[in-house]
């Protein structure tokens, strides 16, 4: 192996372990989050159950559906990021080529920038059309309420996935990816 591959698989590991933590970190707050964006549309909150805020709703998650729950959806989120940055990372280079081809960035500073910018764009929008259902099984997860069984809608990931493609097929694993593109491309 060489140094630049053994250096970059150094790089990916050390980015891909601090990303992990960083999500593991940050996953109660974002499933109290996104539970409180989606409680009105959900179909297992029952309008007198809703919860009333943050802290209502930091409160009650631990009483009613465990305290790992928290982290519910947070195995996609950590998944997902290591395709992703290596996808990105492979997509940027041939875009790069692409948009930047024959660009010089002292004389053509700007032409320079946009095409940085349309290249990281384009390897973002492109990696997302592969690990997209893991961040959709994320969110459904994450949206999952209930203490175990019978209460929740997924039993874990595969369940998820599996239960999304019998239902809606391939097609409703990327519901909302229009809106998550334009978001990575913006």
Not at 13 to 25: D, E, M, P, R
Not at 33 to 60: E, F, N, P, T, W
Not at 147 to 174: P, T
């Amino acid at each position: 192996m060489t140094d630049a591959a053994v250096s970059f698989a150094k790089d990916f590991l050390a980015g891909g372990v601090a990303a992990a933590i960083s999500k593991t970190a940050v996953a109660p707050i974002e499933r109290v989050k996104l539970l409180l964006q989606v409680q009105h549309a959900s179909k297992q909150i029952a309008a007198d159950k809703q919860y009333k805020g943050i802290i209502d709703c930091v409160v009650r998650i631990p009483r009613e559906q465990g305290v790992l729950s928290f982290w519910r959806g947070n195995l996609a989120n950590v998944i997902r990021y290591f395709p992703t940055q290596a996808l990105n990372f492979a997509f940027k280079d041939k875009y790069k080529q692409i948009f930047l081809g024959g660009v010089d960035k002292r004389t053509q500073f700007w032409r320079y920038f946009a095409g940085n910018l349309a290249s990281g764009g384009a390897a973002g929008a492109t990696s997302l059309c592969f690990v997209y259902p893991l961040d959709f099984a994320r969110t459904r997860l994450a949206a999952d309420v209930g203490k175990a069984g019978a209460d929740r809608e997924f039993s874990g990931l595969g369940d998820c996935l599996v239960k999304i493609f019998r239902s809606d097929g391939l097609r409703g694993l990327y519901q909302g990816f229009n809106v998550s593109v334009q978001g990575i491309i913006i």
